[in-house]
């Protein structure tokens, strides 16, 4: 199937000096999400059923060991969301544009992708000791961050798998010709990163890209989520959605 290019612009929000991106509306968001099924880039998580504020994702693989710092990635929420197949947990993020946060400002924003559309992300909860298998589809362009947050860790060989136009569903991705990449150039590759400090895990998202990360939570408890990339507004990109549950960080909870 040959792949799919598509090119993004995006402004920046009026008056901020550091932002980078504005988010999308409903409208275009489930245009999207459509167009993106019927080529092939997005991907099915079997089973992401809704869960108020919660987004629960269940098993689908026997947990293999291996890989990475012990921790786990995910990010679901506002609406649980499971994909059970053979012991591995399967999760999907989608990162959308031109979301509006207020009256007057626009930013991205992660999503939790279920066969009912897109829930919120602001709270996860996932199995410890189990393999998560993380499919970000990432709809903005890239903008500079820390080097640090560019380079992969905490999943499994500290790597993770750019898809692209790559047909992948029911949480069996094939990434026998996906390309593994364990660092990103921090100036024009990055559009957001999937970090949770506390476990060692930062996952950069290719811009304009779909990618998996295959991961484990070995440890319970609950952890904060957050993009690392500043995309929000204000002199620094940190205000705004950056700081807010549901769009540039959450919770997670592991179990």
């Not at 990339?229 to 540039?248: A, E, K, N, T, V």
Request: proline letters at 6%; one cysteine or more; glycine letters at 12%.
């Amino acid at each position: 199937m040959p792949a799919m290019i598509v090119r993004f612009n995006h402004s920046r929000v009026a008056g901020a000096k550091a932002p980078k991106r504005r988010a999308a509306d409903p409208l275009m968001l489930g245009a999207w999400l459509i167009l993106a099924l019927v080529a092939g880039v997005i991907v099915g998580v079997v089973g992401l059923a809704p869960v108020h504020e919660t987004a629960s994702v269940a098993p689908a693989g026997s947990s293999s060991g291996g890989a990475g710092a012990g921790a786990g990635a995910g990010a679901g929420a506002g609406a649980g969301a499971g994909a059970q197949e053979g012991g591995v947990f399967s999760l999907t993020l989608v990162i959308t544009v031109n979301n509006q946060w207020n009256s007057s400002i626009t930013g991205p924003r992660y999503w939790v992708l279920s066969p009912q559309g897109l829930v919120s992300s602001a709270n996860i909860s996932l199995p410890a000791h189990t393999l998560i298998r993380l499919t970000i589809v990432d709809l903005d362009s890239a903008s500079p961050l820390p080097a640090q947050f560019a380079q992969v860790t905490g999943t499994r060989g500290n790597v993770v798998y750019v898809v692209n136009s790559t047909l992948a569903s029911g949480g069996n991705v094939s990434l026998s010709t996906a390309r593994a990449v364990s660092s990103f150039n921090p100036e024009t590759q990055v559009g957001h990163t999937f970090t949770v400090a506390q476990l060692g895990i930062n996952i950069p998202s290719a811009a304009n890209s779909v990618e998996v990360a295959q991961l484990y939570f070995n440890q319970t408890g609950t952890f904060r989520w957050q993009c690392m990339d500043p995309c929000g507004y204000g002199p620094s990109g940190w205000l705004g959605p950056m700081s807010s549950p549901g769009w540039m960080t959450g919770v997670i909870t592991v179990y």
